[in-house]
């Protein structure tokens, strides 16, 4: 067999579809670093079944898929096919040429292929396995792999040597058994532990049946007698109701009659009363109406007074404004005449300084020269005159502006009196109010707190009940919960009885002299019985003292030698098997010799097992036979210790059941099911005992309990419903205060609404006078320093004008006549500026003046219609209250009237009353007789009913049916009893599964089903067990076949490369040829025994190539590929290399990876890989070297 064609398409750099021919001998593939060269040996370990990515030098199936470049998009798909001729049939397959095919995909999914035939990937490693291709065989060396061969674990190097062996197959048809076995053992697990649950299940299920059969047949007979006695109480019970409903018939006629009397008599009597219902209800109609009215009445005056109140204040204020009206009229006035006179003067002013303009036009040509030097003089005394008029002018209207103050301050302090003397009248009503509304609050706070104290007190009342209520049902559940753990407990206690009843787990010798004694066979009474059943251990005894008495814990203690002779020769005549025998008259007890007493006081050592053993004293000599002389250590460190302090004499046993022998021999592990299962059986039944007796006081102490509880929640209950009755009586007395309280507090409302009026208005007045007072001051201040400041421009004036007249003085001479002028028009210019500012005072004085006024007629106007509304108030108030009285008067004779129909029908009732209460004491008479037989007839009919219910819901048939099935019964008390009898037996059997017939059957033949399955399994161990056997068998022997051979050619082939040197192979356990490691040792040439760590890299390479050729060797491989492993060798190394192919090439196909020129040179074919730098895509060329070399001789011959 060898490789002859390869194809990639979309392999890591391979997008492009590439085939690659391979022929006999060396085929050499080369090329840059990066070209992909190391791509095609990663394809071929893929597709040959290669699955840990790191092998392939990537980390996921995405990694070798081709991935794009800058010029090719990704592929989705990477798919290798490699094509061997297989003539020889070196691959179990029918075909010549056998072509295996791998594809992976982007998203995970893998497909493989056969001949194109779909397969799995371990139908491609299974085709590969023992042919020394495998995916570990030493036919496919990648990059890396040389130090890792050379590096690797001894176990791993192992599989090289399996693979050439040809034990891969054997080993995975091993593993294949091993899982089959593990698998198989635990189904024989599951099978054992379903067998051991219907085991335990089967003979309380066979009980269950069998009761439940029991259970018919007392049921068919209970069904047949009941019916019987049921149809004959039915009978006898129809006769007894004819009578009595003849008996009702004739009472009832008696009593009819009567209660027409009665009827008639209490038809009048209701009709009075209802009269007297009427009157009441309309009485208590009147007297809430009378109530309302009053209370209408009362918040009606309340109303009038406070709108009188509010009338005066609004006349008050009305009286003011007109005051103030009047005063600013006068006002007006005054400033009117004023003016008037002002203006008169005004125009004189006017014309004077006219004449005297025209005068001054005249010299002012004369005069130009002076008038420039004093003009500078008149400018000042212009400035200053204007300043000192507008003081004037400010201080003036500073003045009236305080006297108006001071006037509204006054009105001010008027009104705020008299509102708080309002104010203080109503305070005084409120507090009577407020303390009538305290003390009623304070008796309706006290019944609130009655009310609540009493809500509390039921809350918690019902709380409690109800807490104990819960109390009680946990304690019901628990009971129950106790119950059906009593009957487990029993039930559980009751099969390990009837398993030791049975001697379940004993041999069956044991078993015969057991069933035996219990019949009473004769001279069966000497044997005290099995010395599991003769003891008593604490639990924690129990491995150390089964462990010590071993196959003896079914030993038979028995009285004399005598009887055990008996027994044996019952025996043997009854084929009853066999049994060891304890004679307590022959055996001798055995004990701890002096010279190993001391051991007992080692730490750890828990004494003889005799000692810890409970047991009658008459087999005493019998357990200190069998336990006297056996130490009980507290684990296996003391009991070696204390083995060697009696130097390996004793026989001690751990808590864990191990066991140390005479002689220093030890045993542990798991122990026998049936010895341990016999004698705990017994400590579990004494366990459950006392379980028993501890849930049974559990439950009496619990009844008491109950019961307890059950008297607090109808002490409760009756405690609850006297709270409730007072707490009805407190709820009615606080929603009377509570209506009378309201009548109070809405009184009290009103009347503080008019308080806070007044108390508002009290605010504004006083918020008035405090601004008045301050605007007071503020005034008094300005006054004070606009006077000073006028004083300052007077003096300041006087002192300019004496400098100008020192000025005129001077120019006088000169100019007296212009100067005399000048001074008069000054004089006269002066006058009427002044006049022409105090006309413009005036104006704004007269503006303010009106505008006030304005506002004072708009807000008496205001006035006026309040006081109109307030007036018309009054009025509806006087009429509302005065027909309210008029209403409340004639309400209350109408009320009188009504109360003496009242009485006088009261009387008429209560007269009719008595003879009414005696004529139904007769009737009541009459009544308790007919009652009586009506409970009767009642009793009788329900009687009848529940039998013929009985009848239909116990046995499913009607009365009428009954009577076909009916038969005479000659004793009814024997009836009875025999009912009675069979009820108990029924009862006796107490809860009865009739699905258990059904059931037992079923899970009968499922345990008959899994014991075969039980036994097959076994078999299929036992078998599977043997085949694993003749494969180590095989593998041991081939395997060290393979190794003696490859361990001598290693030594050759080492030698041979290197030129010398020593190396070996060996095993790491040579006793386990199944599991071994294989080592290496090598020498190189002139150096001593290394490590192969100490190795340099070019040797570590060369000896891994010296193993390669050594496997070749043995075994000739198919084809092998070696990927760049001549990397590290010099270039003599490489030469030894590539002689060494050439030598092997006739037997094995080499495909090898390198850039080394020998290896090139020695090359029958190569491959030339190339990489497009943009695409990132490998291109192959390949060429002949022969027929190229051929090619170049020709060349050379036509030269």
């Not at 991935?67 to 691959?91: C, F, H, Q, Y």
């Not at 001690?652 to 140390?660: K, Y």
């Not at 025994?1089 to 070749?1112: D, P, Q, R, V, Y």
Request: proline share 1%; charged share 35%; aromatic share 6%.
């Amino acid at each position: 067999m060898f490789l002859k064609k390869f194809e990639l398409h979309g392999f890591k750099s391979f997008a492009d579809k590439t085939d690659l021919d391979f022929k006999d001998g060396i085929s050499t593939i080369v090329g840059p670093n990066g070209s992909g060269k190391s791509n095609i040996s990663d394809a071929i370990l893929w597709v040959m079944g290669e699955q840990r990515m790191k092998s392939l030098r990537g980390a996921k199936v995405e990694d070798i898929i081709f991935s794009g470049s800058d010029t090719r998009k990704p592929l989705g798909m990477a798919a290798v096919s490699i094509t061997m001729n297989n003539e020889e049939g070196v691959l179990p397959l029918p075909y010549e040429e056998v072509t295996v095919t791998r594809k992976a995909f982007r998203s995970g999914e893998s497909e493989f292929y056969i001949n194109k035939t779909p397969c799995r990937l371990k139908d491609i490693q299974t085709l590969f396995n023992d042919t020394g291709i495998g995916r570990d065989s030493f036919a496919m060396i990648g990059q890396g792999r040389v130090n890792e061969i050379i590096m690797a674990k001894p176990e791993d190097r192992r599989a090289m040597i399996e693979e050439l062996a040809g034990i891969v197959k054997y080993r995975n048809r091993k593993n294949e058994a091993l899982r089959k076995i593990a698998n198989t053992e635990s189904n024989l697990v599951r099978v054992m532990d379903i067998i051991s649950e219907l085991s335990v299940n089967l003979e309380p299920l066979s009980d269950e049946a069998q009761k439940a059969q029991t259970f018919l047949d007392i049921k068919d007979e209970l069904d047949d007698l009941d019916i019987n006695l049921l149809v004959r109480d039915i009978e006898n019970g129809q006769k007894d109701k004819d009578d009595l409903s003849a008996r009702i018939a004739r009472m009832e006629e008696e009593t009819a009659a009567l209660e027409a009397n009665i009827a008639q008599e209490e038809a009048t009597f209701e009709t009075e009363r209802l009269s007297l219902d009427a009157i009441n209800e309309e009485l208590s109609k009147k007297q809430a109406q009378l109530y309302e009215l009053k209370s209408t009445s009362t918040q009606l005056s309340g109303q009038l007074e406070l709108s009188e109140t509010m009338l005066d204040n609004l006349r008050n204020r009305k009286e003011k404004l007109e005051e103030e009206e009047s005063w600013q009229s006068k006002k007006i006035e005054n400033l009117n005449s004023i003016h008037q006179e002002k203006i008169e003067v005004h125009n004189k002013l006017k014309a004077l300084l006219e004449e005297k303009s025209n005068e001054q036009h005249l010299l002012q040509n004369r005069v130009q020269f002076l008038f420039d030097k004093k003009k500078e003089k008149e400018e000042s005394i212009d400035s200053l005159n204007g300043k000192s008029l507008d003081e004037i002018q400010y201080l003036a209207s500073l003045r009236n502006e305080y006297n108006k103050v001071v006037y509204d301050k006054q009105a001010t302090l008027t009104r705020e009196d008299k509102n708080k003397e309002e104010a203080k009248k109503i305070k005084k009503q409120i507090e009577q109010l407020e303390t009538q509304s305290n003390d009623l609050s304070n008796v309706v706070n006290q019944l609130d707190t009655e009310y609540r104290s009493l809500s509390t007190d039921l809350g918690k009342q019902k709380l409690d009940a109800d807490t104990y209520r819960k109390k009680s049902e946990q304690m019901g559940l628990l009971l129950g919960q106790k119950q059906r753990e009593l009957h487990e407990v029993e039930s559980k206690k009751k099969v390990l009885e009837d398993i030791q009843k049975e001697h379940e787990g004993y041999y069956f010798g044991v078993k015969s002299v057991l069933r035996a004694k219990q019949a009473g066979e004769k001279g069966f009474n000497l044997i005290h019985g099995v010395v599991a059943d003769l003891i008593k251990i604490d639990k924690s005894y129990l491995r150390a003292i089964e462990t010590a008495l071993g196959n003896s814990i079914q030993d038979l203690i028995v009285e004399s030698q005598e009887a055990a002779k008996q027994t044996i020769s019952y025996l043997k005549k009854s084929k009853g098997g066999r049994a060891t025998f304890l004679p307590l008259d022959t055996i001798v007890p055995r004990t701890l010799r002096d010279k190993n007493r001391n051991v007992l006081e080692l730490d750890g050592i828990l004494g003889t097992a005799n000692e810890l053993v409970e047991h009658d004293p008459k087999i005493r000599t019998a357990i200190d036979y069998l336990l006297g002389s056996v130490l009980v250590a507290k684990d296996l460190d003391v009991a070696a210790k204390a083995s060697r302090l009696a130097n390996q004499s004793l026989k001690i046993v751990t808590l864990d059941g191990d066991v140390i022998h005479p002689g220093g021999s030890m045993s542990g592990g798991q122990q026998d099911n049936k010895r341990s299962s016999i004698l705990s059986r017994n400590i579990e039944i004494q366990e459950l005992k006392k379980s028993i007796e501890k849930i049974q006081r559990e439950i009496g102490k619990g009844n008491i309990a109950f019961e307890k509880l059950a008297n607090t929640i109808g002490e409760l209950d009756s405690s609850v419903e006297t709270i409730s009755a007072k707490r009805r009586e407190r709820e009615e007395l606080l929603f009377q205060k509570r209506q009378e309280l309201d009548f109070l507090n809405r009184n009290l409302k009103a009347k503080k609404e008019s308080l806070e009026l007044y108390s508002l208005d009290g605010q504004d007045l006083s918020s008035q006078k405090q601004e008045l007072l301050r605007s007071e001051e503020e005034l008094e201040e300005k006054i004070r320093i606009c006077t000073s400041r006028t004083e300052e421009f007077d003096a300041e004036l006087s002192k300019l004008q004496n400098e100008y007249k020192q000025c005129l003085e001077q120019i006088e001479v000169a100019k007296d006549e212009q100067n005399k002028a000048n001074i008069e028009f000054a004089s006269l210019q002066e006058k009427e500026s002044g006049m022409k500012d105090a006309l413009s005072v005036y104006y704004g004085q007269t503006e303010e003046i009106n505008g006030r006024l304005e506002q004072l007629v708009e807000e008496k106007n205001s006035l006026i219609v309040s006081m109109q509304e307030h007036e018309e108030k009054l009025v509806q108030f006087n009429e509302n209250i005065e027909h309210l009285g008029s209403t409340i008067e004639d309400l209350t004779f109408e009320m009188q009237d009504k109360n003496k129909e009242k009485d006088a029908l009261a009387d008429s009732i209560k007269s009719k009353a008595t003879g009414s209460k005696e004529l139904r004491k007769i009737l009541a008479e009459k009544n308790k007789i007919l009652n009586a037989d009506n409970v009767k007839m009642a009793k009788r009919e329900s009687d009848l009913e529940n039998k013929l219910k009985r009848l239909e819901e116990r046995h499913e048939v009607s009365y009428e049916e009954a009577l076909q099935k009916k038969r005479d019964i000659e004793d009814l008390k024997s009836a009875e009893k025999r009912l009675k009898e069979l009820k108990r037996e029924m009862a006796f059997l107490g809860t009865v599964n009739l699905a258990s017939i059904d059931e037992y059957t079923r899970v009968k033949e499922r345990y008959d089903f899994l014991s075969k399955q039980e036994s097959d399994l076994r078999d299929s161990i036992e078998k599977l067990g043997k085949v694993i056997s003749e494969i180590d068998g095989v593998m041991v022997e081939r395997f060290k076949d393979s190794f003696d051979k490859i361990a001598i050619s290693f030594k050759e082939s080492f030698h041979s490369l290197f030129g010398g040197g020593d190396a070996s192979l060996f095993l790491t356990d040579p006793d386990d040829l199944l599991n071994t490691g294989v080592d290496i040792e090598a020498r190189p040439p002139g150096k001593g025994l290394k490590n192969m760590n100490l190795l340099s890299g070019g040797e570590k390479a060369l000896t891994a190539i010296s193993l390669l050729f050594a496997f070749l060797k043995i075994k000739p491989s198919p084809f092998c590929v070696l990927d760049e492993i001549d990397a590290a060798l010099d270039e003599v190394n490489v030469n030894n290399f590539s002689n060494y192919l050439r030598e092997f090439s006739g037997e094995t196909q080499f495909v090898v990876i390198s850039h080394r020129q020998g290896t090139i040179e020695n090359s029958d074919s190569l491959f030339g890989v190339t990489m497009d730098k943009k695409s990132g895509i490998t291109k192959m060329v390949s060429v002949r070297l022969a027929e190229a070399e051929e090619v170049k001789s020709e060349a050379k011959e036509l030269q």
